[in-house]
């Protein structure tokens, strides 16, 4: 059982974002399965999925505070190698969706095992950076890279570059965290901008694309540029105070595609215009402030990197989805947590908010 004193001095600030938010991405769901047709509306099951799942991740979230963080080293090691499993499974059991094959079906939904090796590399990255406290040298960095590479890799071949940068950017912001030796430092800043352009060659044809469109929509406007312009009409027509809730043609008419994932935040300005925006960003600038609060007081090595490192994952995640919605980055298919619809994603929210509050809530124990 839980101590019950431990709640005093939970975060409850940031679970109380987290619901706004969620309930936010529920609203915005109801709205995104509105479809208008000649006699009236019709509704697709998009919200009510959603919210079976966001009960199941505040399930998960409860489940998370029961345990003390720190135990989870142990279980870092083969929640990492399970999730490498999961993702070669992928390989041989996957069930191509979309031209991707990125979900292992197990009947009554599908598996995305690229959601758990996020928390798998974050678990395992907090392990071994809390091993040791020293600055990075060239031997430990090559190692925490390769944590956070391996299922990089195999995400990105399914095909997923969204997902398998998220997982870099994640492993790379918790070793800016723990900190890298000057020198070692220093030739990183001249080698990776070096290494960059290189990544090019790495690119499916349709991710070449979807960056030449990016710099230039009207390239290909009826294909690979057709999502950034059309999410583009959709902000734009929401105007200042946007056209009310339920009232957005762009999406009622289907115009606007993914509109349910990843550009769920299209449906949102439509409706609700810049001002609207304006206080989704504050609720998420302060979640992210009071996931800032956390590393802050954490009382060990191994809970201020696993917190920071979900505070890279939520800020990247953030700032791709809203940055390729509104034109300013190359579509990667990243959904906005707690707003987009996904199950699997969903349940990781869930339960990485629930990591942190278990880091905030345990934060008086190291006191004599």
């Known amino acids: 059982m839980i101590d019950r004193r431990l709640f005093l001095h939970m975060n409850w600030g940031l679970l109380a974002l987290t619901l706004a938010l969620f309930g936010v991405g529920i609203l915005n769901l109801y709205a995104a399965s509105v479809i208008r047709l000649e006699d009236g509306f019709s509704f697709a099951p998009y919200y009510q999925r959603q919210l079976v799942w966001g009960g199941a991740g505040t399930a998960v979230l409860l489940m998370c505070l029961v345990v003390d963080y720190r135990h989870l080293q142990t279980l870092a090691l083969p929640v990492y190698l399970g999730a490498l499993a999961l993702l070669l499974g992928v390989v041989l059991f996957g069930v191509v969706i979309m031209g991707a094959r990125r979900w292992i079906p197990l009947g009554f939904f599908n598996l995305q095992p690229s959601e758990i090796a996020k928390l798998a590399v974050l678990l395992m990255g ?51 965290y723990h900190g890298l030796r000057p020198k070692v430092f220093k030739i990183c800043l001249v080698i990776i901008p070096c290494l960059l352009p290189l990544a090019w060659f790495g690119l499916h044809d349709y991710q070449k694309l979807r960056i030449a469109t990016f710099l230039n929509p009207a390239l290909d406007s009826k294909g690979a540029g057709y999502h950034i312009i059309q999410s583009q009409i959709a902000i734009g027509s929401g105007s200042i105070w946007g056209k009310g809730f339920l009232e957005g043609t762009q999406h009622q008419l289907r115009f606007l595609p993914e509109k349910h994932t990843d550009f769920a935040i299209a449906v949102f300005g439509e409706e609700w215009g810049f001002m609207g925006c304006v206080v989704l960003l504050t609720l998420f600038c302060l979640f992210m402030l009071r996931i800032i609060d956390t590393v802050r007081d954490a009382k060990d090595r191994f809970g201020s990197t696993l917190v920071a490192g979900i505070f890279f994952y939520f800020f990247w995640q953030m700032l791709v989805n809203i940055g390729m919605v509104a034109g300013l980055l190359p579509v990667v298919g990243i959904p906005l947590p707690f707003i987009s619809y996904g199950g699997s994603a969903a349940l990781v929210n869930f339960a990485l908010v629930g990591l942190v509050l278990n880091v905030s809530m345990r934060r008086f124990i190291f006191k004599n």
């Open 126 to 176: 907090a392990k071994f950076l809390a091993w040791n406290g020293d600055l990075l040298g060239w031997k430990r960095l090559i190692q925490v890279i390769g944590i956070g590479l391996a299922p990089a890799i195999l995400i990105i071949r399914q095909p997923d570059l969204g997902t398998g940068l998220t997982i870099l950017v994640l492993i790379g912001g918790m070793i800016l």
